[in-house]
């Protein structure tokens, strides 16, 4: 509980604290400075909550000192029982408690969530790390100075002393003043021994508190001039008060809430497990604290006349409907994204551009229309704002069946293992190696004379293609066979994750009772929770990579709360605005000191350090027969690599990406997985493993659509190197598909593997067809349950860069017959 408590209402304020320092030091170039400016701007802005508890402080104080008279003259006439009953009743007739005596630390109390929001700050910011301000030579550790021998924190001491002086002077009780003091000295100990950045923030907190009583005491032996104060109608300014509030919640719902629940939740299986939890109830922190904020700014730190008031409403209303507006039908096209990072750039073309210029002006005007028709506004923000809170637990429930079910293969999930790299010298050895979006025209031109000589014994299919243009209804495919292509699927009508998970269980499970040792590194779109328990064996399956962080550090994954909230205001922004919220995935929360997107150096990491690990750490030791198949997504966004293949999420874009029409990004990453390849074989070859190693290299779907005569992402690199074999790289322009390599290595096994028809390369058909299709989208969300939303069906055969071997064709089951003659082929016999 105290975890739950600490994500919705700590975590939050933790964030917009470390946000604010950030800024603040952009400004100042001095963190010492900075927490200083911090500490001002969080006394300023609870200015008036401080006034009001101090105000309520010093009426229950002069009401317990009018009762403690009256009570302290009955002591001298009644006994104990009449004396008790009397003061009940006064205490009944005044409203009044013993324990409201504690009213007066309330104010204490409104600083406490920010001491604890910031003393998280500051024990994860690496960045004070020997940082030095004025005596203090390291913000992260206790300041020091010698005196006669000994070290001494002064600013605990400074703290100590400001409290003390505050507590004297404002209090007017001598038990008012002992609670001062004890407070003080409790500060004493506790922060005594912490780092000075913390110490210094709450030394500033207690010298603003300090000059504020200054101020009150001065004010009130000067008081302002009598004059004839401001008669607000609180009455008629009720409703529009009350709609100010509504529809600053309901922008806080969207932005914080709706929206990032239904991003995070569209990927659940691209995060943690165990953040999912945390996340979104750090997105409700965000909400609340968020609403708090903008509303005790516009309806309670300023008295404003009427006039103001039905201006902002009006205001607020517009806003509010430009938000709906750009949220549900404006949603603008860039592509799927990744990791938070889009496909396309974020640019406002033309079209875009002359939308804002009709929407702005449209919504002010119905706001005018609309605004006096109070009732109407705040009931229909009301549903407005049921209609978000029951879409977001809508969200938050399949976040917790998600995690529920997956909960239970969490373990075997994350494990590591050494084995996943490991060859066999005495025994056969299968590696199917699919690199996720590689893109068969840009390999290509990519594959100069120098890689192809370390592509010994390869066969270069350069007419290969895919059925799909997305991972989704193409990649289980690629390691089951045609059976599983997603036209397929949709003929049998079966569960899609279900369908997934079988088809890769079927190929594994076939090879580990034929005596194999199966590896795995898996990736979207099965999942452990589908996948193990259809398995024989999950040892070695994994969908985490041990091999993350084997060479970059900058490995760091917070919660993704600056991606999800700046999600959250793009989608309600206007497409002008939007690029400045999203800045090539540098969001509009990314704090400047972290210099980039810590999701895109997360997840662009794994799949670098996995194909390095291919290149510089395969082994030699296994003692059975392996099959390895490896998702690497080094090839898809988020990219961070730059043109000397280093690690550097900041320079990745090529001038060469326009040029083939890629994703900014793509280029770069291409060609450092065709140079880490060539080496992952140079490395078989030192290990003596390249001859006995059956060796598939492929991809999903490719990454452009500018050179294909239907303009999609059906061309892939297809490489094969068959067992022994020698020579420089052949080229095979035969029509093949990816879903046909698993007919190719399923041939090792006796029985061959279920639904998968006979080696494509001893049975390659006369006038061969393949179909390809489009989707509606690459996530479940997407399509159907039990079903793939496809459009754009073709036939192809021979040179697919020839216009005229394309074929549209419908979608129905006998267009769709292929060269795979059967929706259900009973499994193959030998």
């Given at each position: 509980m105290g975890e739950y408590l600490y994500y919705l209402f700590i975590y939050p304020l933790q964030q917009v604290l470390s946000f604010g320092l950030d800024q603040l030091y952009t400004l100042t170039h001095n963190y010492g400075l900075s927490i200083i400016a911090l500490s001002l701007l969080v006394n300023l802005f609870l200015l008036k909550l401080f006034l009001y508890t101090d105000q309520k402080a010093k009426e229950e104080n002069e009401l317990k000192a009018m009762l403690d008279?009256?009570?302290?003259?009955?002591?001298?006439?009644?006994?104990?029982?009449?004396?008790?009953?009397?003061?009940?009743?006064?205490?009944?007739?005044?409203?009044?408690?013993?324990?409201?005596?504690?009213?007066?630390?309330?104010?204490?109390?409104?600083?406490?969530?920010?001491?604890?929001?910031?003393?998280?700050?500051?024990?994860?910011?690496?960045?004070?790390?020997?940082?030095?301000?004025?005596?203090?030579?390291?913000?992260?550790?206790?300041?020091?100075?010698?005196?006669?021998?000994?070290?001494?924190?002064?600013?605990?001491?400074?703290m100590t002393l400001l409290t003390l002086i505050n507590a004297l002077y404002s209090a007017k009780s001598l038990g008012a003043k002992i609670q001062g003091i004890a407070i003080a000295l409790l500060f004493l100990l506790l922060l005594y021994d912490m780092p000075s950045s913390l110490v210094l923030y709450w030394t500033c907190n207690m010298g603003f508190a300090l000059l504020k009583e200054l101020y009150k005491s001065a004010k009130a032996k000067n008081p302002p001039a009598k004059s004839t104060p401001r008669v607000l109608d609180t009455q008629a300014l009720a409703p529009y008060r009350s709609t100010i509030a509504l529809i600053l919640s309901n922008l806080c719902l969207l932005a914080c809430v709706f929206t990032p629940f239904g991003l995070y939740t569209s990927d659940l299986g691209s995060f943690s497990l165990a953040d999912i939890l945390p996340t979104l109830l750090s997105l409700c922190g965000f909400y609340l604290l968020a609403s708090f904020v903008l509303i005790y700014l516009c309806n309670h730190i300023f008295s404003l006349p009427m006039l103001a008031v039905k201006t902002l409403a009006t205001l607020l209303l517009a806003l509010l409907l430009l938000a709906l507006s750009y949220t549900f039908i404006f949603v603008g096209d860039y592509g799927a994204m990744s990791f938070f990072i889009f496909d396309r750039p974020v640019i406002a073309t033309d079209t875009q551009k002359l939308i804002d210029y009709i929407a702005i002006p449209t919504t002010i005007i119905l706001a005018i229309f609309a605004i006096r028709y109070q009732r109407a506004i705040i009931s229909a923000n009301k549903i407005l704002s049921i209609v978000l809170v029951v879409s977001a637990l809508f969200y938050a429930s399949k976040a917790a069946l998600y995690a529920q079910k997956n909960a239970a293969f969490a373990t075997l999930a994350t494990k590591t293992s050494d084995k996943i790299l490991d060859f066999a010298k005495e025994h056969r050895n299968i590696l199917v190696l699919l690199l996720d979006r590689a893109d068969g025209y840009t390999i290509h031109k990519l594959l100069n004379n120098e890689l192809r000589s370390h592509f010994s014994g390869f066969v270069d299919f350069s007419n290969a293609i895919s059925s799909g243009e997305d991972t989704l209804p193409t990649l289980t495919s690629v390691i089951a066979g045609e059976y599983y292509a997603a036209y397929h699927i949709n003929a049998r009508q079966e569960p899609l994750a279900k369908a997934i998970a079988q088809g890769y269980a079927s190929t594994l499970n076939s090879f580990h009772k034929a005596g194999f040792d199966t590896r795995a590194l898996l990736d979207f779109p099965t999942d452990p929770a589908h996948l193990y328990p259809l398995l024989d064996s999950t040892q070695?399956?994994?969908?985490?990579?041990?091999?993350?962080?084997?060479?970059?550090?900058?490995?760091?994954?917070?919660?993704?709360?600056?991606?999800?909230?700046?999600?959250?205001?793009?989608?309600?922004?206007?497409?002008?605005?939007?690029?400045?919220?999203?800045?090539?995935?540098?969001?509009?929360f990314i704090p400047a000191h972290l210099q980039t997107n810590h999701s895109q150096i997360y997840y662009a990491l794994r799949p670098i350090s996995e194909m390095k690990a291919l290149a510089e750490h395969s082994s030699a030791n296994a003692t059975a027969p392996t099959f390895t198949f490896i998702h690497n997504s080094i090839t898809h966004n988020p990219y961070a690599l730059n043109a000397q293949c280093s690690f550097d999420s900041t320079d990745f874009i090529s001038p060469n990406d326009e040029a083939f029409g890629l994703p900014q990004g793509h280029y770069n990453s291409e060609k450092?997985?065709?140079?880490?390849?060539?080496?992952?074989?140079?490395?078989?070859?030192?290990?003596?493993?390249?001859?006995?190693?059956?060796?598939?290299?492929?991809?999903?779907?490719?990454?452009?659509?500018?050179?294909?005569?239907?303009?999609?992402?059906?061309?892939?690199?297809?490489?094969?190197?068959?067992?022994?074999?020698?020579?420089?790289?052949?080229?095979?322009?035969?029509?093949?598909?990816?879903?046909?390599?698993?007919?190719?290595?399923?041939?090792?096994?006796?029985?061959?593997?279920?639904?998968?028809?006979?080696?494509?390369?001893?049975?390659?058909?006369?006038?061969?067809?393949?179909?390809?299709?489009?989707?509606?989208?690459w996530r479940f969300e997407d399509h159907k349950p039990n079903a793939f939303i496809l459009y754009n069906f073709h036939k192809v055969r021979g040179d697919m860069y020839n216009p005229h071997n394309w074929q549209k064709v419908d979608s129905s089951p006998t267009s769709l017959e292929s060269t795979f003659h059967s929706h259900t082929p009973k499994k193959r016999e030998r």
């Open positions: 008279t009256r009570i302290k003259a009955w002591k001298r006439v009644y006994s104990r029982a009449k004396l008790y009953a009397f003061t009940r009743t006064l205490y009944r007739q005044h409203s009044y408690h013993p324990i409201y005596a504690l009213r007066g630390l309330l104010g204490l109390g409104l600083q406490l969530p920010f001491f604890w929001a910031m003393y998280e700050v500051i024990k994860s910011a690496s960045y004070l790390n020997g940082v030095g301000f004025l005596w203090i030579s390291d913000l992260k550790a206790p300041d020091s100075v010698e005196i006669f021998g000994l070290s001494v924190h002064i600013l605990p001491l400074l070695n399956i994994l969908f985490d990579s041990p091999y993350r962080g084997l060479y970059a550090t900058q490995e760091s994954q917070t919660l993704p709360l600056n991606q999800l909230i700046s999600f959250g205001i793009f989608r309600l922004s206007t497409f002008k605005l939007r690029r400045d919220v999203y800045r090539r995935g540098a969001w509009l450092c997985a065709l140079m880490w390849v060539a080496q992952m074989l140079d490395r078989l070859k030192e290990l003596g493993v390249y001859d006995n190693t059956e060796i598939f290299i492929t991809a999903d779907h490719g990454a452009q659509k500018t050179f294909l005569p239907t303009k999609s992402k059906h061309h892939i690199p297809l490489f094969y190197k068959p067992f022994n074999a020698k020579g420089a790289m052949a080229q095979d322009s035969r029509l093949i598909a990816n879903y046909d390599i698993p007919t190719i290595f399923c041939a090792n096994l006796e029985k061959g593997c279920p639904n998968v028809a006979p080696n494509i390369l001893e049975h390659y058909p006369n006038d061969r067809e393949i179909i390809t299709f489009s989707t509606q989208g």
